[in-house]
């Protein structure tokens, strides 16, 4: 099982950036996919993205596309999301997630940050 702790979340104004980290513990973490997910006031826990264990390939719900990249280093057992152009509907807290289970069936959580956009 991998332990994930996420930082970097915060309070930015509509239009502006910021940078999540997520640092994993655990000898396994570059052959896992790792992904973003993030849960608004009042809703359900979505996806918003993923990189596969190399890195090469990179995953988006529509909803983030153009604005929000992922990245990892394997090297330092840590994975990005670099959050551009944000918009008060990306408040919510986000979690980092490791996929164990190939399909999200089975994967491990941080314990999520708070991310506030206001307008």
């Known amino acids: 099982q991998v332990q994930l702790v996420e930082s970097g979340g915060g309070m930015v104004q509509a239009g502006g950036s910021l940078r999540l980290s997520c640092a994993a513990s655990?000898?396994?973490?570059?052959?896992?996919?790792m992904g973003w997910f993030r849960q608004g006031p009042g809703k359900e826990r979505v996806f918003v993205a993923a990189?596969?264990?190399?890195?090469?390939?990179?995953y988006y719900a529509d909803f983030v596309k153009g604005r929000f990249t992922i990245s990892r280093d394997n090297a330092k057992n840590t994975v990005h999301l670099q959050m551009n152009s944000l918009k008060p509907e990306d408040t919510a807290v986000y979690y980092c997630?490791?996929?164990?289970?190939?399909?999200?069936?089975?994967?491990?959580w941080g314990q999520g940050t708070q991310v506030t956009v206001s307008s």
């Open positions: 997630a490791a996929d164990e289970g190939g399909d999200w069936s089975v994967a491990s």
């Open positions: 990189i596969n264990w190399s890195g090469g390939r990179e």
């Open positions: 655990g000898r396994t973490f570059s052959s896992y996919t």
